[in-house]
């Protein structure tokens, strides 16, 4: 049996639009780290703290600046807030420079894997949305471990990472870098 066949990847499928909430317990291979509550909490928070809370319509109690309360929707400061709680970083990819200028052969703990946001029909294309989920090495493997997949899948090496990271910066994706921060 090889190596890799003896990997146990943690993998979360998705739910409502908690894609967040699983990209994030998936980044760190950790069930319930976190959760619906949890990053709720990071939302109201960063609602508290919004200047622009004047400009809220009735709406707003359902269309949370950073989240919609019944689906989930969680956008990119519930995102940055939750990974630097844990102590890490977000660099925003700069797509004007492909996936060709990340630094994939740095040391394993220096990137620790790579969230990717990008446009999604869903419920037969009546619903257009955002998608976030990750990508992360492994034991020296990467895997895609979108939560709309059934299971995770590994690429057979970083030249195929970045030809999938090019086609979803082609595609309109954003792509977002944690990093481990050093202290």
Request: hydrophobic residues 40%.
């Amino acid at each position: 049996m090889a190596a890799e066949d003896m990997i146990q990847v943690y993998h979360e499928r998705q739910r409502l639009q908690y894609c967040l909430l699983h990209a994030l317990n998936n980044l760190f291979q950790e069930k319930d780290l976190f959760t619906r509550a949890k990053l709720n909490a990071i939302a109201e928070k960063l609602s508290l703290d919004d200047p622009n809370k004047e400009t809220w319509t009735p709406l707003s109690a359902l269309f949370k600046p950073h989240h919609n309360v019944i689906t989930g929707n969680y956008d990119i400061n519930v995102l940055i807030a939750a990974l630097e709680g844990m102590g890490k970083s977000v660099i925003w990819h700069d797509r004007r420079n492909g996936a060709s200028s990340i630094d994939f052969d740095g040391a394993e703990d220096t990137l620790m894997g790579i969230m990717l946001n990008i446009s999604a029909r869903r419920f037969g294309g009546i619903w257009n949305g955002r998608h976030w989920f990750t990508l992360r090495r492994i034991c020296g493997v990467w895997y895609n471990l979108d939560s709309d997949l059934k299971s995770p899948q590994s690429f057979k090496d970083v030249e195929e990472v970045k030809t999938f990271l090019d086609c979803i910066i082609d595609g309109g994706g954003e792509i977002f870098l944690v990093m481990n921060c050093k202290e």
